[in-house]
Structures are given as structure tokens and as C-alpha cells.
């Protein structure tokens, strides 16, 4: 199980990443790093655009849905 947590996140960090427009890990990981613990390093400009109002509520969605068909899958193979 931690194993599939690591994996998870890893995905997730590849898939902010990668788009119609690359950009770096190490931008990724300073744009979250200021959105959510507020580091004091500021990153702007269009990565920080694309990467906080485009990619990350994409991902997140994906997990989301992701759970849920898992959920569903795990209830409908138990009641039939």
C-alpha cells in the first residue's frame, strides 16, 4: 500500500508536469511549495498560471473520479 501512495504522488507530479507546454519539476514543486505551505520563494509568471489553474485541478479530478470508480467497481462486485 505505501508503495501505491508513492506511485500516486509521482503520477500526479508527472502529470502537472507534462502538457502542451513543459515545464520543469523544480517549477512544479516551487509553484506548490508557495500555494500551499506559502514558501517564501516567488514564483510567477505563466508557469505558475498554467501549472496552479490549469493542471493541478485537472489531476486532482482525475484522482477523484479515479477513487470513485474504484469505490464503485468494489460495491458492485460485492453485492452481486
Known amino acids: 500500500m505505501p508503495v501505491l501512495c508513492l506511485v500516486l504522488v509521482a503520477m500526479t507530479a508527472f502529470g502537472i508536469a507534462f502538457g502542451a507546454v513543459g515545464i520543469d519539476m523544480s517549477t512544479v ?9 506559502g514558501g517564501s520563494r516567488h514564483v510567477g509568471g505563466v508557469g505558475d498560471q498554467i501549472v496552479w489553474n490549469l493542471r493541478v485541478p485537472r489531476v486532482l479530478l482525475a484522482c477523484v473520479v479515479g477513487a470513485g470508480l474504484a469505490l464503485v467497481g468494489t460495491v458492485l462486485q460485492a453485492t452481486v
Do not use: E, N
Not at 29 to 37: I, K, P, Q, T, Y
Open 29 to 37: 514543486g516551487d509553484v506548490l511549495w508557495h500555494r500551499m505551505a
